[in-house]
Structures are given as C-alpha cells and as structure tokens.
C-alpha cells in the first residue's frame, strides 16, 4: 500500500510538471493555511497519531508497544496451548498467566507475524529473534487509542500554482497512514492537500461526532487524547470475574459501606447467592446476567429481595478489573453509580460449589425402586476448596433444622419414583445451604438392539475387565463366533462354549453364557441383561453379579501403515515368545516402513529389509507378517496389532512375544542426493548393461529386460514377456555411504538383483551398484543405464 500512494504522488508531480501549460486549467483560489495539511503540522501530527498501528493493545503478548502480533496466534502457557483469535481472547491469557502455574510465560507457535507501527510486516521464525525485535524498541509510538475516523475520507490534491489536480480517497486507518507519510516526504511541498470536510470521528464509547473544518478536527482529536481511557471489558471478562470469587457492594449511589455487609456470589447457572456477614446465613438471592451491546458491557440483576432493592436494574460496566468494577444505570431522576469489589478471604464459602440436581441409578427389575450411592453421585465428582459438612435429609425442614441425617447415604433405597431428598451443606463457620437432590430410577434398558449387541460382540476380541470389581478375568480372551460359538483363550488353554442374545422383557438385551467349563470363566455361565451399551464396552448385571466386556483395539491396514510411514521406528521393547527380553539385541537399528509393505532396518552400514503384510481377520482384528533379512531377521513373526498410535505400535505373536516400536524423527537416511538419484530414475526406463555375480558375467541374463524405478519404492522389471513386482529403496547409511536396496526373491534372473549395494557411480544416465564397497571390485555389480 505504501509504494502504491508513493507512485500515485510521484505522478501526480509528474503531472504538474507536464501539463502546467494546458489550455483549459481550473484555476481556485489559494487555499488558507488552515484548510491545507501542512507536513510536519500539529494536526497532521495529531491525524498520524489516531491511525498509527497500535501495538500497545497486545503487550500481554510480546510485552512491546512497537509492534502488533498478527492473529490468530496459538501459543502455550504451562502446558495449556490456546488459539487467540481476536484481541478479545487476550482475557484468557491474563487468567492463564496469573495462575501461579503461568510462571513459565508465553511460548508461541512459530512462525508469526508482527506489524509496526507504520503498517509493514515480517515473520519472526523463532523466540530469538522476537527478543531482538522487543529489545529494539526504544521508543514506544505515539497512539491516540480511543478515537477512529469513520471512513471514506477524501482529499483535494493542489499543486504550486494551487490546481486541483487530483480526489484522492482514503478508505482505512492503514491508507490514511501512508498517505500523510507520503504527503510528508513529496518534494519540498511539491504537492498540497486540504481535507475535504465533513468527516466524522467515532470514540470508543460507540459516540460519534461531525467535524467541519481542521481546527475542529484538530481540537476533537486533542480532547479524545485528553479524555482516552482504556477500553472496558469484554463480556466475556465480566463473567469471568464475577464467577471467580465473592464480591462485596462497596457503595451505590449516595450510599457508601451501608451495604457492604452482604457478599454476592455469581453462580454460573444465573442465580447470585447472597450471604450476610454479620449472621453467616445464606438469604434469597437475585438472578443476574452480563451482555454485551454496541453501547457497551452490561451486567443485568433482577429479583434481589427488598433489602437488596438498590442493585436491581441495568448496569453499563465503566471500568472493570479483577478486583474491582464500577457500574452506572440511568434512572429518571439521576446516573446511580455502583461500585463492587472481589473479596475472596472474608467468607470462604463452599456453597459455589454445589447446585440442586437430579441423579439417576440403574432399577435392575423395572420395578421403580433401587440403591443410590448418593456420597458416590452427588458428592464424588464435586471439587471445592473449601472445607464443607455434608448432610442427607429425606424433608426439608430436617435439612434446616439439621436433623434425622440418613445414616447410610451411600446405600440409600427410593420409597418413590422420582423422589426428592434435600442436601445440607455447611461451612466452617456455621452457616449452611440446602440444595434439592432429585432422585430418579431408570430402567436398565439400553438404547442397543439384540443386532446391536451381536454386531459388537463379533467384532473383535472381548476381555472382562471388571467382574464383581475384580480384574481376575481379564486375561481370558473372547471371541464370539456368528454360528453361536464362543472360544475362550487365557491361561495356556482355551475353550469353547456356547452365547445367544435375545431381547429382554422390560425391553432391553439379555446376553447368555453356556456350557463354559474352564477354572474361574465358568462364572460367567447364565443370563446376563445388558445396562449399559458401547460399540467398544458392555456392562451386564446378573442378580448381584456386575461384569464389564471391553473390545480389543481394531484397527486397518490402512491405518498402520499410515502411521508406520511416518519418521523411522526403533525398538522400544521385545520379549520373544520364550519369555526373554531381548531389546537389547536391536539397539540402535532404524526400521522404515513404506506403504507398499516394504521394509528396510539400518544398523551403521548394515542393511536388512523384508516386509510388512497385513489383514484383517473375520473379527476385524489386525494381523501382520513382518519378516526380515539379515541380522534383524530375529523380530519376524506373526503378530496382532494390539496398540496403535502416532508415537508407539505393540505388537503381540500368538505365542508370547511382544514386539513395541517407538517412533523417532531426529534423524533421516536422506539428503539431496538420494532425491537426485531418485528424480534420475524417475525420469525413464532403464536396463542393465553389465552385471557379474560370484566374479562371473551374466549380463546377458537380463537382456531384452527393462527396468521401471516407480516412486514409492516399487521396481517393475519386464522382458516382455513375464513381469517382476520388486522393491527397491536409495538411502545414505550411517557412514555416509550411497546405498541402493533391492528386494526379490521371486523368478529368474530378477532374484540375483535382491541385495543391499553400494552405488559407486551415479549420473542422470548411469548407475554402477557394488556389493562390495569398491567401484574396482568386480565380484557382484550391476550396471544400469538409461534407454
């Protein structure tokens, strides 16, 4: 945009120049010093202040006024990563940062970019180089926060002689900008420009204001300057605060401490919980809510009681701070101002923390009656820093009275459906809250069809991993057959039973277990109603029985090997099907894996390779065939794909092996010139010219044959004839050298190729492979060159 006004002025002086002599000028008169922006003026000043960039409206970010982060952002805080999208998510970084866990600071998500004050921009690629930038600014800019012009805004453009020779129209804070900079910097008043009135200024508040002439102008800017307070809170800040902690009512209106007595605490359903001081007891409350308008930040209460009358109505937020906030509301006779201050030591009041709620528990017969643990349901999950004294009450007025407490709430049984019991809470100095707890018994029934159940059975294999709150079964294998057969695996023996499914008569799903006669499974044996149903989880009671079935983990081939080719994996841990940890023996051996099932494990200038197959049984578990060649051939076996995830793969045998690989990135087998080699080739067929095994040449094996280097690792090698499917890969090993890796073993002559070599010659025409490193060797080579 700068170079843009700078060429427009350039030409407009061109212009001048030029045409100063045409026929038909339009001749005005000289304006007045007051109507021309003179460079370098206090208005002109003034102008450029309002519309610099203002950098100091994101300090709380890169704690520097000179320039601005452009949004959005992602940055991390004490292991809490947040997206800031606009200046009004900046509240949330203020809360991160004053939690004593925020002591770290702010790391940001690099690249970013920041804007100066003059409107450029560059990337910053790392916290160095931010520092530098930050440690720069000397000087903070001049700004002029809280007034903007209202745009388009036009100017008259004069020359010397005062023609007007051009309309120029400005259509932001950032043109404007440029525009008086450029308007500076024309060649010694070459060019003149007066402001084309009127022009209207907007202030914070959302006021405006029509300015006619540049002594208006200049006289409204200075007294915005004059009178600019930072902008109120967002809304989101005012709830923020209000729910953060207890606030006392310091004065309203006229009246100062009459009130000051009363704690207010906002409760986040709506409700403000009010406590009086001087009585520690909990008296009705008022309902209270924070909306923002295009006039501001409001804070509506209504419903307070009498004594509360005064705080009634609709409250602008002036200011606001975490400790303080000051609200006006408009009444017919005069502006009441009320001030509220946090006050989080005065009553450490537990009542926050709790809320009237329903809880349900499961009625195993349908009969509307069960047990609820109501310490269990209602208090478990509750998190409170203050201390507090429980009580459950079947009435009311027992709550208040704190009577006749049910002395065994965790096995309470409903006399009716729903019913209502009462929970009175009471903090260390006496006083207390009663919150209504609404007890519901629902019918075990899941939301699960028979054909529900069914499908996730035979999906899979299954694992009790609760049964009567023990895990004792859990390492017993389920596999559900669609013929009714069920095969139990665990122990070192396995064995077979029968399972069905029907539906149960209050509408749920009844799950049976017969005929299983191992030691300990046979427990299972008999009717089971399903009460709670997942794809990857059923629950099942059976009298006073409680069973909990979890699925293995299922997964693709697609998905392994979308994670497998991702970085290089290393040995994490291997026990062998005898029992032995052997992770030893592959320290230090890289494995990549590509999508075509290839294989390649590097140690220094050892080189395996093989493959990884895989497929999925008729239970959707994952099987893979991972064999090797070489020294790392110890590891190839069958395995099932127990876990899967972007950082970790395990592996388990049908025996008792257990093979993990954990993925590391910091290092990588290419450079540029295994993706020279690779682009050469790409680009065409090929055929070997030369080729000797055991120091004896058999070149003529491969004629007529053509090779195709495919990307993705797979080979194609044709006589015409017969086609070869092989895998090959180009690498540099951990000693620097150039390697080729060929993978076949199949027909003739293709399996004489499958080696590791070393390329000792390499051009966009000619390939020379060695099996031992020295290009003057002539035991095993190949020799391909481009067709």
Request: hydrophobic share 35%; proline share 2%; aromatic share 10%.
């Amino acid at each position: 945009m700068k170079s843009l006004f700078k060429l427009t002025l350039t030409f407009l002086v061109f212009a001048v120049l030029t045409f100063s002599c045409q026929d038909e000028e339009v001749i005005i008169e000289n304006p007045s010093e007051e109507e021309v922006i003179q460079p370098g003026s206090s208005l002109s000043n003034l102008m450029r202040m309002t519309v610099t960039n203002d950098g100091a409206q994101d300090n709380l970010l890169d704690n520097s006024s000179c320039t601005e982060i452009v949004l959005p952002v992602t940055i991390t805080i004490s292991e809490t990563t947040i997206t800031i999208n606009s200046l009004d998510d900046l509240w949330m970084v203020a809360e991160l940062l004053n939690n004593p866990a925020g002591n770290d600071g702010i790391e940001f998500t690099f690249p970013i970019t920041v804007t100066f004050g003059n409107y450029t921009q560059i990337v910053i690629e790392n916290q160095d180089q931010l520092n530098s930038i930050v440690e720069e600014c000397l000087t903070e800019p001049e700004v002029i926060e809280c007034v903007d012009f209202v745009y388009p805004i036009s100017f008259s453009i004069y020359n010397t002689d005062f023609q007007v020779i051009d309309t120029v129209q400005i259509n932001s804070d950032e043109e404007l900008y440029v525009f008086l900079d450029d308007l500076d910097a024309a060649n010694e008043g070459a060019v003149l420009a007066s402001l084309n009135f009127p022009v209207t200024l907007v202030y914070a508040n959302g006021n405006t204001q029509e300015v006619n002439s540049n002594q208006e102008l200049e006289t409204a800017i200075n007294q915005a300057e004059t009178d600019c307070n930072n902008e109120g809170c967002q809304e989101e800040q005012v709830g923020y605060y209000l729910t953060d902690c207890f606030w006392t009512i310091t004065s309203v209106g006229d009246e100062v401490g009459t009130l000051s007595n009363y704690y207010l605490y906002f409760n986040e359903d709506g409700t403000v919980t009010v406590h009086d001081g001087f009585t520690t007891v909990a008296l009705p409350g008022l309902n209270w809510q924070v909306e923002g308008t295009t006039t501001g930040v409001y804070l509506f209460m209504s419903d307070a009681d009498t004594y509360l009358d005064a705080v009634n109505g609709d409250w602008l937020v002036t200011s606001c701070g975490a400790e303080m906030l000051v609200l006006q509301k408009d009444t017919d006779a005069e502006v009441v101002e009320l001030v509220l201050e946090k006050n989080c030591t005065t009553d450490e009041s537990p009542f926050s923390c709790f809320s009237n709620t329903t809880v349900t528990a499961c009625d195993y017969d349908a009969d509307g009656v069960t047990t609820f643990e109501l310490e269990t349901l209602v208090l478990g999950n509750v998190l409170c820093d203050y201390d507090f004294t429980p009580s459950f009450h079947v009435s009311h007025a027992d709550a208040e009275a704190a009577m006749n407490a049910l002395p065994f709430p965790n096995s309470y049984q409903n006399t009716s459906n729903p019913e209502t019991i009462y929970l009175r809470i009471e903090s260390n100095s006496g006083a207390f809250q009663v919150f209504e707890i609404n007890l519901v018994a629902e019918p075990c029934a899941t939301d699960c069809s028979e054909a529900d159940v069914d499908g996730f059975l035979q999906t899979c294999a299954w694992n009790i991993v609760n049964y009567n709150g023990s895990n004792d079964l859990i390492d017993f294998e389920f596999n559900f057959d669609d013929n009714q057969v069920l095969t139990v695996t665990g122990m070192g023996a396995t064995y077979t039973g029968g399972w069905s499914t029907s539906q149960s008569a209050n509408g749920g799903v009844e799950v049976v277990f017969d005929n299983v006669a191992g030691p300990s499974i046979q427990a299972i044996n008999g009717s089971w109603i399903v009460i709670d149903c997942q794809p990857h989880r059923l629950e099942m009671v059976m009298g006073d029985n409680h069973m909990v079935m979890e699925q293995q983990n299922c997964y693709s081939s697609d998905e392994l090997y979308t994670i497998a080719t991702e970085c290089r994996w290393e040995v994490y841990s291997y026990i062998n099907d005898q029992g032995s940890d052997v992770t030893s023996d592959y320290d230090g051996i890289l494995y990549s894996f590509f999508e075509n099932g290839f294989v390649v494990a590097e140690n220094g200038i050892t080189i395996g390779y093989g493959g990884l197959t895989a497929e999925n049984t008729a239970t959707e578990q994952l099987v893979v065939l991972l064999h090797l060649y070489n020294s790392v051939s110890g590891i190839g076996n069958y395995y099932t794909v127990e876990s899967l995830s972007s950082e970790e793969i395990v592996l388990s045998s049908f025996g008792d092996a257990e093979l993990i690989f954990h993925r590391t990135c910091n290092s990588t087998n290419q450079d540029g010139d295994t993706a020279q080699i690779k682009t050469w080739l790409y680009e065409g067929n090929w055929e070997i010219t030369y080729s000797s095994m055991d120091s004896a040449d058999n070149t003529s094996d491969y004629a007529n044959v053509t090779f195709d280097f495919q990307q993705g690792t797979n080979l194609i090698g044709s006589d015409g004839s017969s086609t070869a499917n092989m895998h090959y890969e180009v690498l540099r090993d951990e000693a620097g050298n150039l390697r080729m890796v060929i993978d076949y073993l199949g027909i003739f002559p293709y399996w004489q190729m499958d080696d590791d070599w070393y390329i000792t010659e390499v051009n966009n025409q000619r390939i020379e492979l060695h099996y031992i490193n020295d290009d003057a060797n002539d035991e095993s080579v190949i020799v391909f060159e481009k067709i």
